[in-house]
């Protein structure tokens, strides 16, 4: 996804800097502060989300703690049984 998102930035790029908007390139440097902001409101929205998850997995633990008596040592190790098992945050 870098990779892309940097190319396509190559691209775009030649197309907003025109040579007749030159010494000043007005629209090509309103772009690049348009294009910031929308970038500042994205990574805000990430942390929001990242945020949230975390809070709901965080309830899920204590939940499952709770269900099960677990104390923190039974916690680590079926966080280490689950470590290798090749499976995603929402598996």
């Known amino acids: 996804m870098t990779l892309v998102s940097f190319a396509l930035g190559n691209i775009i790029g030649t197309e907003i800097f025109q040579p007749g908007d030159a010494p000043a390139y007005i629209p090509g440097k309103i772009a690049i ?53 090749d499976l995603t945050d929402k598996q």
């Open 33 to 85: 502060l348009v294009l910031l902001s929308v970038q500042l409101v994205i990574s805000y929205l990430l942390r929001w989300i990242n945020l949230r998850l975390n809070k709901q997995k965080k309830a899920q633990l204590e939940a499952e703690q709770a269900r099960r008596g677990w104390t923190d040592a039974d916690v680590q190790k079926e966080r280490e049984r689950h470590a290798f098992l």
